[in-house]
């Protein structure tokens, strides 16, 4: 990798302050493992499309920070299986009528009859386990992940007629007494978990635990939809289940489908092709799996909408082949898409604590105050994204990436980057009044006995509008001076950067919350 594209940064490298500021300590191989952290619990609901297959190997080789309770087939408007009895299914305004296919009422849509996509991640993640598991031991056995595999209801465009192995798993999931939230995402559509809630509504509707239950799983259940692909969001779980928090973030980087087309110099340079199979596809069973532009594959044999795996052909020539071609070709190898990277991204155990609530933000965005597509308004009582400079963490999301895909193939501990260590001295959480100084200490250790940079910065999520002065920000020792127009009961998020110079270098962070008295 290019060093330069970590000099770039305004990061001033600590080593070059003087020693009594801190020192660098060298960790045991366990001392960075989240092991005894809570960590979030999540199911992922995935439809059959090539940025979900991307989306999950990434969320995979991240599965040491979240506890994965579901791994779940589902359909969406843009794929669905049929229940192969010859029934063929219509919705109004979706793509085949679009795209003028006139394809439709069909027996399926964009299924391939062997759709296998969270086997064949979860296979190839088999394969590479022992070396993941001489790095992080917290990654959970390939058994463990098989167990979590479910079909839901995959047959038709948001059909929530009746349950599914994947809505009964959902069900027990929302229904146990285990504390704390259950994060469910929804990849494609929301159809089974849709079918879950309409479930227990159906059992529970006409008891007398009903209300206090609904109420219950309203505060426990936490959407992270990707998007509401099938409509049953909008028609029957924000009708019925009006409570039920909904995360759909903006703002952050974007993984999506040409997200290089509009992306800044240093983006880009993380999805080149060079880079890419440099980084990616190079590296062992995930890496080939892993989808880039003109890979020769395609999900459905015959999809007039899936062109990603040719080359050499100009948009005007796809057409004439019968493509449907929706974006700009790319250079063969390069960055191809993870749409669904943004509903998991800030569960990360990073120190962003993004997962804690929707408004702080992480590497996956930040909740909006309005979701314009659907007009419905999820609880922020943060700033508006349009009112925030947000960070562009698609960089260090990258490296990261490509960290833990080299500890995929890599059997030695000793031979790959490990993550900087953050903390901070006292609470994360705390009160100060206007005016005041308030001096903050942090620390921070690299397992691999790496140099690290660290840079204090304003994370503009709070509900103070202003901007705060951060003296000596280049500084383990730091000082906040609260604004003397900040208000009782506003919020300032104050974070603490830290990136080492290992190969490739590796960023993490840890944020303080400072309230107005």
Not at 32 to 60: A, H, Y
Not at 302 to 320: A, H, I
Not at 470 to 494: E, F
Request: charged residues 25%.
């Amino acid at each position: 990798m290019d060093k330069n594209l970590f000099r770039s940064g305004k990061i001033v490298p600590v080593f070059l302050l003087a020693a009594a500021v801190f020192s660098i300590s060298i960790l045991t191989v366990n001392a960075q493992i989240s092991s005894g952290k809570v960590k979030p619990r999540i199911v992922i609901t995935t439809d059959p499309e090539l940025d979900d297959s991307n989306s999950l190997i990434r969320f995979l080789l991240y599965s040491t920070d979240v506890e994965i309770e579901g791994l779940v087939y589902a359909s969406s408007q843009f794929h669905w299986k049929g229940d192969g009895k010859g029934t063929r299914w219509y919705v109004p305004g979706r793509e085949y009528d679009r795209f003028g296919m006139n394809e439709c009422p069909c027996e399926s849509w964009r299924w391939s009859e062997n759709s296998r996509h969270i086997h064949d991640v979860v296979e190839a993640y088999e394969k590479v386990y022992p070396n993941l598991i001489k790095h992080n031991p917290d990654y959970p056995s390939p058994e463990y992940l098989k167990s979590k595999i479910r079909y839901g209801n995959i047959e038709f465009d948001g059909d929530i007629s009746k349950d599914s192995p994947g809505s009964d798993l959902i069900k027990s999931l929302i229904l146990d007494d285990r504390p704390g939230k259950l994060f469910l995402a929804a990849w494609g559509g929301h159809s089974t978990i849709a079918r879950a809630l309409k479930s227990i509504q159906e059992q529970y509707e006409y008891t007398t635990e009903w209300e206090a239950l609904k109420k219950k799983i309203s505060r426990k259940v936490v959407l992270l939809p990707s998007g509401d692909q099938d409509d049953t969001y909008a028609k029957y779980i924000k009708p019925n289940w009006p409570d039920i928090e909904y995360r759909q973030f903006r703002g952050g980087p974007n993984y999506g489908y040409g997200a290089q087309i509009k992306a800044s110099p240093e983006d880009a340079a993380y999805m080149t092709p060079e880079w890419m199979k440099e980084n990616i596809t190079s590296r062992g069973p995930l890496g080939e799996l892993y989808r880039v532009w003109g890979d020769g594959k395609q999900m459905v044999k015959g999809d007039r909408l899936d062109y990603f795996g040719l080359s050499g052909y100009t948009d005007e020539q796809l057409r004439k082949m019968g493509y449907i071609v929706w974006m700009p070709v790319q250079k063969k190898g390069s960055w191809l898409g993870e749409g669904d990277n943004h509903t998991f991204m800030n569960m990360l155990d990073n120190g962003l604590r993004a997962w804690e609530k929707g408004y702080y933000g992480g590497w996956g965005g930040r909740v909006i105050e309005v979701q314009e597509e659907t007009g419905f308004p999820p609880p922020s009582p943060g700033l508006s994204a349009s009112k925030m400079d947000y960070p562009d963490f698609f960089p260090q999301a990258q490296r990261d990436f490509a960290n833990r895909l080299k500890w995929s193939v890599t059997d030695k501990y000793e031979n790959a980057n490990h993550e900087p260590v953050v903390t901070v001295e006292g609470p994360l959480e705390f009160l100060a009044s206007p005016g005041q100084r308030v001096a903050i200490h942090g620390r921070v250790s690299d397992p691999d006995g790496n140099k690290v940079a660290v840079k204090w910065w304003q994370f503009n999520a709070g509900t103070y509008p202003g901007k705060v002065d951060i003296s000596h920000p280049d500084s383990l020792k730091t000082y906040v001076t609260i604004p003397k127009d900040a208000a009782g009961g506003q919020t300032i998020h104050i974070i603490l950067e830290a990136t080492d110079n290992g190969e490739p270098p590796l960023t993490r962070y840890q944020r303080i919350i400072i309230t107005i008295r």
